[in-house]
């Protein structure tokens, strides 16, 4: 009896010692396996939907008589301005504002602005329109967008390595994507792919892959 069960238990010894060597044996999948690349999710590209540029439009401009106005940096020098033809004897105006269309808010410069604002002539231009001429870009195009959520964009381009964008900044209880703030301009640097102060504008993730297609 007592030679049977010492027999039993050397061989449930010699079975367990096999089989540990089989398992110690076994290849680890969990260690030899490759791990998995997870792969990279594309960027998003939305929808460039171009509109019409905002106007500086102004039917009152021809009953309004050439003005002198006083140089902001010299109380000796004037130049003079001329609503009707939207012109400047400015060295701004000369230099980068000469050549932008008529209706276009960017021709506007400082002096152009003052007359026009004096006479009242600033009310029935639209909020984008009004935001460009009281913060202009000298940048040579102007491209204007409407954003997947309805809000419109003003682009001023072509000038050098910053982009000026015109946008509504957010309004507290704003939802949805559709900003009624006031319009601010944002700038954004094309070789450093930044924005100006790290202060991005609302939908900046859309507006700067609409820019990468713009520009």
């Known amino acids: 009896m007592i030679t049977t069960i010492v027999i039993v238990v050397f ?25 998995q690349k997870i792969p990279a999710k594309p960027k998003q590209v939305f929808e460039v939907v171009k509109i019409d540029n905002p106007t500086l439009s102004i039917p009152e401009s021809e009953s309004i008589p050439d003005q002198e106005v006083e140089s902001y940096s010299d109380e000796n020098t004037t130049y003079n301005v001329s609503v009707s033809e939207m012109t400047c004897t400015c060295p701004d105006f000369k230099k980068h504002r000469k050549g932008v269309p008529v209706n276009d808010p960017r021709r506007a410069c400082k002096h152009l602005y ?65 900003y ?29 892959s609409i820019l990468s297609q713009v520009l």
Not at 137 to 153: A, M, P, Q
């Open 11 to 35: 061989v449930i010894l010699v079975v367990a010692y096999f089989m540990g060597r089989d398992e110690e044996e076994a290849p680890d999948e969990k260690v030899n396996s490759s791990p």
């Open 180 to 208: 009624s703030g006031k319009y601010d301009r944002f700038g954004f640097n094309i070789n450093e792919q930044r924005w100006s102060y790290g202060d991005g504008p609302p939908g900046a993730r859309e507006i700067k």
């Open 114 to 178: 003052c007359v026009l604002e004096e006479n009242n002539l600033l009310s029935n231009l639209s909020e984008l329109a009004l935001a460009i001429l009281e913060s202009p870009s000298k940048n040579k195009k102007l491209t204007t967008v409407k954003l997947s959520s309805g809000n419109e964009v003003s682009i001023c381009h072509g000038g050098n390595e910053w982009v000026d964008v015109f946008t509504r900044k957010r309004r507290k209880g704003d939802s949805g994507g559709l």
